[in-house]
């Protein structure tokens, strides 16, 4: 709930032009505006510890240096892994927040890509998929 206040203080106050290193998407997202807010003072983000897609794309990626992978690479990666390893068929378990919906995307986009790929979510026990989805690409 601070992020947003530390940030505009910061910068503000503090005559900041880089905020470095934050972590986790939820908060990384919520600085986002902030940095096209005070743009005319020059701040940027650099070295976010999340793959956050939103970080990458207009209007915000010219305020910010990534210095990690994408979930869209990270899932590419081990989608071109699995596949090198003979797997065709490839089960994805994900948190049922934007964080899994990033991965499952990454996934779907990386089969896509090789196979033109469908996907059909199965639940099994509802309690626990409250929180999470199963996904399975053929």
Not at 65 to 85: I, P
């Amino acid at each position: 709930p601070r992020t947003v206040q530390n940030a505009i203080s910061l910068i503000e106050k503090e005559k900041v032009f880089c905020l470095f290193d934050s972590v986790g998407t939820p908060t990384t997202v919520r600085v986002l505006p902030l940095l096209k807010l005070f743009e005319s003072q020059g701040a940027f983000l650099m070295g976010a510890f999340t793959g956050a897609q939103s970080l990458r794309e207009a209007p915000y990626s010219r305020f910010v240096v990534n210095v990690r992978a994408s979930y869209r690479q990270e899932t590419q990666a081990m989608v071109d892994a699995f596949v090198g390893m003979g797997r065709s068929r490839i089960g994805v378990l994900v948190e049922g927040d934007a964080y899994g919906t990033a991965g499952r995307s990454g996934v779907k986009r990386a089969l896509e890509g090789l196979y033109g790929a469908s996907d059909i979510a199965f639940e099994y026990d509802p309690e626990f998929f409250k929180l999470f989805s199963l996904y399975l690409f053929i």
